[in-house]
Nanobody, 121 residues
Framework: EVQLVESGGGLVQPGGSLRLSCAVS????????MSWVRQAPGKGLEWLSF????????TYADSVKGRFTISRDDAKNTLYLQMNSLKPEDTARYYC??????????????WGKGTLVTVSS
């Protein structure tokens, strides 16, 4: 059974920082690209960031580019999202997801249950 467990969410003031973690089990983490996705209250899913295998190249949504950093520690089977300069509009539940590369394109086949981030004064 594939398991992804997010942690590190909580309440933070605007301008503050948080680091989210995603602990992975029951698959070979180093063989898969990973993504972070979020869902704000009452909103749809928003893709945030992608990190590849190997050299771990990264891509970001414009909404978080320059503020968020995705990284991975393959030895610890863990994915991270460092979030700086947080804004109230960053309030959302944050999910990590495994990425499968298919002929039809990238597909996020397994998701965690998410961790809630609230940015408020």
């Amino acid at each position: 059974e594939v398991q992804l467990v997010e942690s590190g969410g909580g309440l933070v003031q605007p301008g503050g920082s948080l680091r989210l973690s995603c602990a992975v089990s029951t698959f070979t983490f180093s063989n898969y690209a990973m993504s972070w996705v979020r869902q704000a209250p009452g909103k749809g899913l928003e893709w945030l960031s992608f990190i590849n295998t190997g050299s771990a190249s990264e891509t970001y949504a414009d909404s978080v580019k320059g503020r968020f950093t995705i990284s991975r520690d393959d030895a610890k089977n863990t994915l991270y999202l460092q979030m700086n300069s947080l804004k109230p509009e960053d309030t959302a539940r944050y999910y990590c997801a495994r990425v499968m590369t298919l002929t039809s394109g990238h597909h996020m086949d397994y998701w965690g249950k998410g961790t809630l981030v609230t940015v408020s004064s």
